[in-house]
């Protein structure tokens, strides 16, 4: 009864187009892909390309080295990196902190824009120490990367979803211009 259950179950979410996470097809324009990143004074790859790569090298995508007219090129720039203050203790220090992390990105294929470019925000929350400096600072390095990576997740989200919208509705303006074109009969 339970392996029934399950099965009707996952056929009536797999008729109404549920995809688990990262399990969507990838979308043709996402097939062939670079990633530019502008991010001056950079010695290293930051986290948001290298985990971007890996996400769209796991679904499929051949990321290319070089940008050229027939591959789509993500292009992030404008990295920001900042911490503000939450609190402060009855010494006058900070005790709680907020990390904030923004980038710019843009979509596109030659000339061509496949996705309105913007920006992407991603914050998160930590607790200070004085007495554990050293420790506070490897946690707040990791944080700086674990974001990074949940805004490549996020971007490539939406991403893929300005992309889905885009194709459904190119699809259906067909159908509505060939109807309009026609001639009317009395």
Do not use: W
Request: net charge negative; charged share 25%.
């Amino acid at each position: 009864m339970r392996a029934l259950l399950t099965l009707t179950l996952s056929l009536l979410l797999s008729a109404c187009g549920f995809h688990l996470a990262g399990s969507r097809p990838l979308s043709v324009d996402l097939k062939k892909v670079y990633i530019d990143t502008t991010i001056p004074y950079s010695v290293t790859e930051p986290p948001i390309e290298t985990q971007l790569r890996e996400i769209l090298q796991r679904r499929g995508a051949e990321v290319a080295k070089d940008a050229s007219a027939d591959v789509t090129t993500i292009r992030l720039s404008n990295l920001k990196e900042a911490r503000e203050v939450l609190s402060m203790g009855t010494d006058g220090k900070a005790i709680e902190f907020r990390l904030v992390t923004r980038v710019h990105y843009e979509v596109f294929r030659g000339k061509q824009t496949l996705v309105t470019p913007g920006d992407i925000v991603a914050t998160r929350d930590y607790s200070f120490e004085p007495d554990q400096v050293l420790a506070k600072e490897a946690e707040e390095q990791r944080l700086r990367e674990f974001i990074q990576s949940q805004l490549a997740e996020l971007l490539m989200m939406r991403i893929d979803a300005a992309l889905t919208y885009h194709s459904a509705t190119v699809g259906q303006a067909a159908p509505k211009d060939a109807a309009a074109s026609a001639p009317s009969t009395p």
